[in-house]
């Protein structure tokens, strides 16, 4: 367990609509990062928040988005549901964005797009 | 853009053999590299992680290797058990402008050790 939580854990959407995932950092860390992982793919990265600041952006279009809140927690929000979208989403905290620091993944929530 | 291979995509060998997995990176500019398990469905579990400057790090019968000049990453598990049975990814984290970017994955190695 690394005491990062993701909900819900299954979501079932249509194409079209809009989605809101949610992520508990573990206590203490003030950086959050979403990695999209296809079957059979690595993850790939979105974005990642810091101290309620995106700082980082993946390759992704922006009706992917985030908020990061003052107690670290943080939701990735995705507009306009394409099929493409369904996948595992994972969420990663770590203390801080230095380079001893080791990414802490939660479980992930399935998506899937109809 | 950093790109990160892991060769090979598929291993299966007998309980108790030593193996290698390995993983390369096109950029050398990284922050630190990691290694991560996932079980099927599952999140991921950090294993490893090498900073920039280290040459190696070890974790009971793991043991990682860094060659940042060649842009390598070796995996090492002694002993393996059927519970190392899993997706093994490597990660790297590349330095940009005044800080880290996200990390960058590989597609993975999906190891099955055969009891």
């Known amino acids: 367990e690394t005491g990062v939580t993701q909900s819900p854990t299954h979501l079932i959407k249509t194409r079209g609509q809009q989605v809101t995932l949610r992520c508990s950092s573990q206590s203490g860390h003030n950086t959050v990062s979403w990695y999209q992982q296809a079957l059979g793919q690595g993850p790939q990265f979105i974005f990642q928040?810091?101290?309620?600041?995106?700082?980082g952006r993946g390759n992704f279009p922006p009706r992917f988005s985030g908020l990061q809140f003052p107690n670290y927690s943080s939701e990735l929000n995705v507009n306009a549901l394409e099929l493409d979208d369904s996948a595992l989403y994972l969420c990663a905290s770590s203390l801080r964005l230095g380079e001893a620091d080791t990414q802490y993944f939660g479980p992930g929530t399935r998506l899937t797009v109809l | 853009k950093q790109e990160v291979t892991q060769i090979p995509a598929a291993l299966s060998v007998p309980e108790g053999e030593n193996l290698v997995l390995n993983c390369s990176f096109t950029?050398?500019?990284?922050?630190?590299l990691q290694w991560f398990r996932q079980d099927p469905g599952k999140g991921l579990t950090s294993l490893l992680l090498?900073?920039?400057?280290?040459r190696e790090q070890t974790s009971g019968r793991l043991n990682a290797s860094l060659d940042k000049s060649s842009g390598r990453s070796t995996l090492y598990i002694a002993a393996s058990q059927p519970g190392d049975s899993a997706t093994y990814l490597c990660?790297?984290?590349?330095?940009?402008?005044?800080?880290?970017?996200?990390?960058?994955f590989g597609k993975g190695t999906h190891l099955i050790i055969q009891p």
């Open positions: 090498i900073q920039s400057s280290q």
């Open positions: 928040y810091y101290r309620e600041e995106e700082n």
């Open positions: 950029d050398s500019a990284i922050y630190n």
């Open positions: 990660a790297v984290r590349r330095i940009l402008g005044g800080g880290a970017d996200g990390l960058t």
